[in-house]
Nanobody, 117 residues
């Protein structure tokens, strides 16, 4: 069983930066996709970015050029570097572990990011 623990959320001013971390533990299968999603007040959960075990990435258009997703396979950890933050980035950010090969779709409990002056 894979378990995810997010960290790094908090309050940041507009234009500032923040880095989120998600540590995966348990039985980690190869060929997985880890990602970050977010849910803002009054909105549905949306994709922020994903990264494969091989390092391929994709991002939502709203964060391209500002956010960078990366992973350290040795540490089973995925990161989300968030730069040039905007108030509309305020949301609960969730880590996701996906393995369609093994039928796993696991979520962390989320970490709150608030962008405000």
């Amino acid at each position: 069983q894979v378990q995810l623990v997010e960290s790094g959320g908090g309050l940041v001013q507009p234009g500032g930066s923040l880095r989120l971390s998600c540590a995966a533990s348990g039985s980690i299968f190869s060929g997985n996709i880890m990602g970050w999603y977010r849910q803002a007040p009054g909105k549905e959960r949306e994709l922020v970015g994903q990264i494969t075990s091989g390092g391929s990435t994709n991002y939502a258009d709203s964060v391209k050029g500002r956010f960078t997703i990366s992973r350290d396979n040795a540490k089973n950890t995925v990161y989300l570097q968030m730069n040039s933050l905007k108030p509309e980035d305020t949301a609960v950010y969730y880590c996701n572990f996906l393995s369609t090969r093994f039928g796993l779709d696991i979520w962390g409990k989320g970490t709150l990011v608030t962008v405000s002056s």
